[in-house]
C-alpha cells in the first residue's frame, strides 16, 4: 500500500485528514455529557443511559465492514465526504429529537452520526498509515489521533458550559424546564452540523494523494513480509484478529471510564462535585490523552511501539486498582490520569494489528473498526455493575480490558508466518481430541 503522489504533498494531506480526527474526537467525546444530562432529563439507570453508547458504537459494528468494501470501490477521499455529510445529518437530527423530547430519537440520530464518524474511521486511519515510511506508521498515526485527542478534550469543556450548565435538578423537571434542558443540546449540535458539511465541501474540492491497495509482494517492502502471500482471507492474519479484540477492549474501557467518571465525581464519598465542574475535569481526562499521544509520537521513534503498548496497559491496570481500593478524591485522580496512558493505545493497537495486510488493509481497517463495538458493550456491562454493585466497582471491568491490552502488546501483536485462525483452531480441536 503506497501513495501514488510525492512525498511533497503528504503534509497537505496529513493537515487535512488531521482535522478529521479532531471533529470525532470532540463528538465523540460530547457522548460523556450526553449521559448524565439525559439520564437526568428521562430519568434513566445507569444501564438505560449507556444505551448512548450503546446506539452510537453500534454503528461501528455494523457500518465497519461494508464501508471497508465501499471505500475500495470508491476511493478513500469520496469515503471521507460521505462519512462527513452523513456525520452532519445525524447532527442536524438532535433539533427534531430535542423538540420532540424523544430519548428513542436522540438515539435515533446518534446511531447515523456514528455511522459516518465510521466511514471516517474507516477511511483515515489507513491513509494516515499509508502516507509515508511503513515503520513509522505508528508514530504518524499517533500524531494525527493526538489532534483526535484535542477534539475529546475540547468536547466536554464545549458540553459543561453549554449543556450541563442547564439545570437538571430532579425537583424542576416541570414540563418548560424539561424542555429547556431538551433544548439546550441544539445550538452545540447545529454548530456541528455547519462545521461538518462545510469540511465536506472543503475536502471535495481538495486534491489529496491516491492510495493503491497492491499486494505485499509488489510493495517495496515485500521481503519483510513474504510469509504472507498467498493468503486469501482477511481473516487468515491472526495478528489481526488479537488487535481486533485489542480494540474492542481498549475502546471498551475508554469509553466506560468517559461514561461514568462524571457520574462518580458527583458522589459525595468520591469528590461531590456538580455535574458542570465534573464535566470540566472530565476535559483533564481527554486532555491527558492529548498530551500523552504527543509524547508518544515522538518516544516511538526511539521505543518499540508495542512495549510502550504494554506498559501503559499495565500501568492503566494499577492505577484502576488503586482508584477502587482507596476510593475517595484518590480514585478520581487515578482515573483520570488513566486518560493519559490511553493516548498511544488505539493507533498503536491499529497499526500493529494492520501490519502487512497488503491488498486486504481496507478489509482489516473495517474489521477493526467494527471492533469499535467494545465502546457499545463494555459500557453496558459496566452499568450492569454500576446499579448492582455501585459505581466504583464497576470500574473492574475496564481494569479486564487493559490486561488483555498488556497480553496484545507484549505477545499477540506478533506476525506469525504460517499459522492462521482456522489454522490454530483446528490444531485446538486435534489437541482436545488426542
Known amino acids: 500500500m503506497y501513495p501514488s503522489a510525492n512525498n511533497q504533498k503528504f503534509g497537505k494531506a496529513l493537515t487535512v485528514l488531521t482535522s ?61 465526504v460521505a462519512g462527513l455529510v452523513t456525520a452532519g445529518v445525524g447532527c442536524l437530527l438532535f433539533y427534531p429529537a ?9 438515539l435515533s440520530a446518534l446511531f447515523i452520526l456514528a455511522g459516518g464518524i465510521t466511514f471516517l474511521q474507516v477511511a483515515a486511519n489507513p491513509y494516515v498509515t499509508a502516507l509515508g515510511n511503513p515503520d513509522t506508521a505508528s508514530s504518524r498515526l499517533n ?10 478534550t475540547l468536547g466536554p469543556l464545549l458540553g459543561a458550559v453549554t449543556i450541563l450548565a442547564v439545570n437538571t435538578e430532579s425537583g424542576s423537571n416541570t414540563v418548560s424546564n424539561l424542555a429547556a434542558q431538551a433544548a439546550s443540546v441544539q445550538t452545540p449540535y447545529l454548530v456541528l452540523t455547519g462545521v461538518l458539511f462545510a469540511l465536506a465541501a472543503a475536502i471535495w474540492l481538495i486534491r489529496l494523494p491516491v492510495i493503491q491497495e497492491v499486494d505485499e509482494s509488489a510493495d ?11 493468503k486469501q482471507s482477511v481473516w487468515a492474519y491472526r495478528h489481526l484478529v488479537l488487535g481486533a479484540l485489542g480494540i474492542f477492549a481498549y475502546v471498551g474501557a475508554e469509553v466506560g471510564i ?44 526511539r521505543i518499540n511501539p508495542a512495549r510502550m503498548l504494554a506498559f501503559n496497559a499495565l500501568v492503566n491496570v494499577l492505577l484502576i486498582g488503586a482508584a477502587m481500593m482507596l476510593g475517595g478524591h484518590i480514585a478520581m485522580w487515578a482515573l483520570i490520569v488513566v486518560g493519559f496512558f490511553n493516548s498511544i493505545m488505539f493507533p498503536t493497537i491499529f497499526s500493529l494489528a494492520l501490519k502487512g ?17 467494545g465502546g457499545a458493550i463494555v459500557p453496558v456491562i ?18 479486564v480490558c487493559y490486561l488483555y491490552i498488556v497480553y496484545f502488546g507484549a505477545r499477540g501483536h506478533r506476525v506469525q508466518d504460517e499459522q492462521s485462525v482456522a489454522e490454530i483452531g483446528a490444531r485446538g480441536v486435534s489437541a482436545l481430541r488426542g
Request: net charge positive; hydrophobic share 50%; proline share 3%.
Open 20 to 80: 478529521l480526527f479532531f471533529m470525532w474526537g470532540l463528538i465523540t467525546s460530547l457522548n460523556d455529557i450526553l449521559i448524565p444530562h439525559l439520564k437526568a432529563i428521562f430519568s434513566l439507570s445507569y444501564l438505560q443511559a449507556a444505551l448512548i453508547q450503546f446506539c452510537f458504537f453500534t454503528a461501528y459494528f455494523v457500518v465497519s465492514f461494508p464501508a471497508g468494501f465501499i471505500i475500495r470501490k470508491i476511493g478513500y477521499k469520496r469515503g471521507i
Open 220 to 230: 517495496q517492502h515485500a521481503g519483510a513480509h513474504a510469509s504472507h502471500q498467498g
Open 258 to 301: 468517559g461514561s461514568f467518571l462524571v457520574s462518580l465525581m458527583g458522589q459525595p464519598q468520591i469528590a461531590g462535585l456538580s455535574p458542570e465542574s465534573a464535566g470540566k475535569y472530565l476535559a483533564i481526562y481527554w486532555g491527558g490523552a492529548m498530551v500523552g499521544r504527543f509524547v508518544g509520537s515522538a518516544l516511538m521513534t
Open 143 to 152: 500524531l494525527t489521533q493526538a489532534f483526535n485527542s484535542l477534539g475529546a
Open 382 to 399: 459496566q452499568a450492569y455493575f454500576a446499579d448492582r454493585m455501585g459505581i466504583l466497582a464497576s470500574f473492574a471491568v475496564p481494569l
Open 98 to 106: 430535542a423538540g420532540a423530547q424523544s430519548y428513542v430519537f436522540f
Open 357 to 373: 495486510l497488503g491488498r486486504f488493509t481496507s478489509e482489516g481497517s473495517g474489521i477493526l473498526c467494527m471492533a469499535i463495538v
